[in-house]
């Protein structure tokens, strides 16, 4: 199983393994809502999607009989939020969890052990008792669509395959300077230029998903328990909205969107009222399009050489007693997550917004080298932070020396290893959880951003899960769980 339950009490006791689950009437479904009853029937449906391709040696009449399914939304006593309680005896196994999406995991662990059981030769499944929860909340995977955009079917397969791995936040990076890939009513510029380039060789490149598709893909994600976590990169990163809309610059001229990789001098001009209304609309649309708790904000690679030429964002530091341009795109962030806390919405920021200094509920994704400098910086400021170290979790950089891929190599031993645990020791509170990215420069097609994922995320699932096992023990679960996720996704 990956990642590896905390705790799993196996018997002697086995059994030929089941064909079919019923949810049985026994679950307190009469004092349970009507929902309740739904989900149930939704999840032991998912099951017997995934059960009919399994090798199944046992004798037909010796397994035909349907297993009882129970379910119970009721918080079990390990304390912890996000922990289920698994019990497989003879023709029932029963779930246990606080929530319906602490439920799915029972449902996914459940359907990893029936997995294992038809590999094991007798395809008898062994009576047993799990008990689980995840040592980290927040466990994402990112996935940059303006470099390369991808079909709504590739980003519920990326989803489904989160999903597998108790994966559950889901970082949508939908702009950058090669691509707006976000439908606005508002500035319809950003589908008709923004979300197009064009190639060295002449072609046009882009597109971009109309807001039917963004609600759709954010309620395929909710039902695998999974929050959408929108990024709109500002202040820099926006050289396809400044080819839109050019007077948002400190200094206008006619932009294109980028169709080559790097950072722009040339960004949002922060002095101007017309970008600040232009953000807060903005954002204020895209807000409404997700319903989840967190915004991101970008806030990296934002250099001030314009800012510091420009009298609008010069007279803007004055006006507000600031003391340098890092301070004035700290109070860009600042008006514009009150705006979003309006909504119940906490934004997020690349480390590069330690260099200001931004409001305390603010929280630092961590990405630069192995994480630690900025982890200390964001530690002593009392920031809660998610690490996504380049060194480790940039799964855009080669997986191994011959490999495809960007930059150094990180394989799978090397994600393994990232030692989360020497990070936050003072405040371990503040440490939020663990992520993977995936930028896709150099990715074009979901073949090839599966081929980069594909066992990395295994070891980014297991570390943010709370890694119980060493390497070797893990690269062989790892093996066996790729023939798992061939089978689970098509189903
Ligand atoms: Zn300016």
Same mark, same amino acid.
């Given at each position: 199983?990956?990642?590896?339950?905390?705790?799993?009490?196996?018997?002697?006791?086995?059994?030929?393994?089941?064909?079919?689950?019923?949810?049985?009437?026994?679950?307190?479904?009469?004092?349970?809502?009507?929902?309740?009853?739904?989900?149930?029937?939704?999840?032991?449906?998912?099951?017997?999607?995934?059960?009919?391709?399994?090798?199944?040696?046992?004798?037909?009449?010796?397994?035909?009989?349907?297993?009882?399914?129970?379910?119970?939304?009721?918080?079990?006593?390990?304390?912890?939020?996000?922990?289920?309680?698994?019990?497989?005896?003879?023709?029932?196994?029963?779930?246990?969890?606080?929530?319906?999406?602490?439920?799915?995991?029972?449902?996914?662990?459940?359907?990893?052990?029936?997995?294992?059981?038809?590999?094991?030769?007798?395809?008898?499944?062994?009576?047993?008792?799990?008990?689980?929860?995840?040592?980290?909340?927040?466990?994402?995977?990112?996935?940059?669509v303006?470099?390369?955009i991808f079909e709504l079917d590739f980003i519920k397969?990326?989803?489904?395959?989160?999903?597998?791995?108790?994966?559950?936040?889901?970082?949508w990076?939908l702009?950058?300077?090669?691509?707006?890939r976000i439908e606005?009513?508002?500035?319809?510029?950003?589908q008709?230029?923004?979300?197009?380039?064009?190639?060295?060789?002449?072609?046009?490149?882009?597109g971009y998903y109309i807001q039917a598709q963004i609600r759709e893909i954010v309620a395929y994600?909710?039902?695998?328990?999974?929050?959408v976590?929108?990024?709109?990169?500002?202040?820099?990163?926006?050289?396809?909205?400044?080819?839109?809309?050019?007077?948002?610059?400190?200094?206008?001229?006619?932009?294109?969107?980028?169709?080559?990789?790097?950072?722009?001098?040339?960004?949002?001009?922060?002095?101007?009222?017309?970008?600040?209304?232009?953000?807060?609309?903005?954002?204020?649309?895209?807000?409404?399009l997700?319903?989840?708790?967190?915004?991101?904000?970008?806030?990296?690679?934002?250099?001030?050489?314009?800012?510091?030429?420009?009298?609008?964002?010069?007279?803007? #530091?004055? $006006?507000?007693?600031?003391?340098? !341009?890092?301070?004035?795109?700290? =109070?860009?962030? *600042?008006?514009?997550?009150? %705006? +979003?806390?309006?909504?119940?919405?906490?934004?997020?920021?690349?480390?590069? #917004?330690? $260099?200001?200094?931004?409001?305390? !509920?603010?929280?630092?994704?961590? =990405?630069?080298? *192995?994480?630690?400098?900025? %982890? +200390?910086?964001?530690?002593?400021?009392?920031?809660?932070?998610?690490?996504?170290?380049?060194?480790?979790?940039?799964?855009?950089?080669?997986?191994?020396?011959?490999?495809?891929?960007?930059?150094?190599?990180?394989?799978?031993?090397?994600?393994?290893?990232?030692?989360?645990?020497?990070?936050?020791?003072?405040?371990?509170?503040?440490?939020?959880?663990?992520?993977?990215?995936?930028?896709?420069?150099?990715?074009?097609?979901?073949?090839?951003?599966?081929?980069?994922?594909?066992?990395?995320?295994?070891?980014?699932?297991?570390?943010?899960?709370?890694?119980?096992?060493?390497?070797?023990?893990?690269?062989?679960?790892?093996?066996?769980?790729?023939?798992?996720?061939?089978?689970?996704?098509?189903?």
């Open positions: 199983m990956i990642p590896k339950p905390l705790r799993q009490v196996l018997h002697s006791e086995s059994y030929p393994l089941p064909r079919h689950f019923v949810v049985s009437n026994e679950i307190g479904s009469s004092q349970q809502e009507e929902s309740t009853t739904a989900l149930a029937s939704s999840l032991a449906e998912e099951l017997n999607r995934f059960l009919p391709g399994l090798p199944n040696p046992a004798k037909p009449e010796s397994s035909e009989k349907p297993w009882s399914l129970n379910l119970s939304l009721e918080p079990i006593e390990d304390g912890h939020p996000e922990a289920y309680r698994l019990e497989l005896e003879h023709g029932k196994v029963n779930i246990s969890a606080a929530d319906s999406k602490t439920l799915r995991y029972g449902i996914t662990t459940l359907k990893q052990v029936l997995f294992e059981a038809s590999q094991s030769g007798d395809g008898f499944i062994h009576k047993q008792s799990i008990t689980d929860h995840p040592r980290y909340s927040w466990r994402g995977l990112h996935l940059d303006s470099r390369h397969t990326y989803l489904k395959l989160m999903s597998e791995l108790k994966l559950n936040k889901f970082h990076h702009t950058d300077d090669q691509g707006w606005s009513k508002k500035y319809h510029l950003l008709e230029i923004s979300a197009w380039r064009t190639e060295a060789d002449g072609t046009k490149y882009g994600a909710a039902e695998l328990g999974i929050e976590v929108p990024e709109l990169d500002l202040p820099g990163h926006v050289m396809a909205v400044l080819a839109a809309y050019p007077d948002l610059a400190c200094q206008p001229q006619a932009f294109e969107t980028m169709s080559t990789w790097g950072i722009s001098d040339d960004i949002l001009c922060a002095g101007k009222d017309s970008t600040l209304d232009f953000i807060l609309n903005l954002v204020d649309e895209v807000a409404e997700f319903p989840g708790s967190y915004f991101h904000l970008g806030g990296d690679e934002a250099p001030k050489a314009r800012w510091q030429e420009c009298p609008l964002c010069q007279s803007k #530091i004055k $006006e507000l007693g600031l003391q340098s !341009e890092e301070e004035l795109q700290s =109070w860009l962030f *600042d008006t514009v997550s009150t %705006a +979003l806390a309006k909504r119940a919405k906490t934004v997020i920021g690349w480390d590069e #917004i330690l $260099e200001g200094n931004p409001r305390p !509920e603010s929280i630092v994704m961590i =990405w630069q080298g *192995d994480g630690k400098a900025a %982890a +200390l910086r964001a530690e002593e400021g009392g920031y809660k932070a998610i690490l996504v170290p380049n060194h480790y979790l940039y799964f855009d950089w080669k997986a191994s020396e011959s490999g495809p891929g960007a930059f150094g190599v990180t394989s799978q031993e090397k994600v393994y290893s990232f030692p989360a645990e020497e990070y936050f020791c003072r405040h371990p509170e503040l440490l939020l959880g663990l992520q993977a990215n995936l930028w896709t420069e150099q990715i074009t097609n979901p073949e090839r951003a599966l081929e980069m994922l594909i066992p990395r995320v295994f070891a980014l699932a297991e570390l943010a899960w709370g890694k119980a096992s060493d390497y070797p023990e893990f690269a062989a679960r790892s093996t066996l769980w790729e023939e798992y996720l061939n089978y689970a996704l098509s189903r």
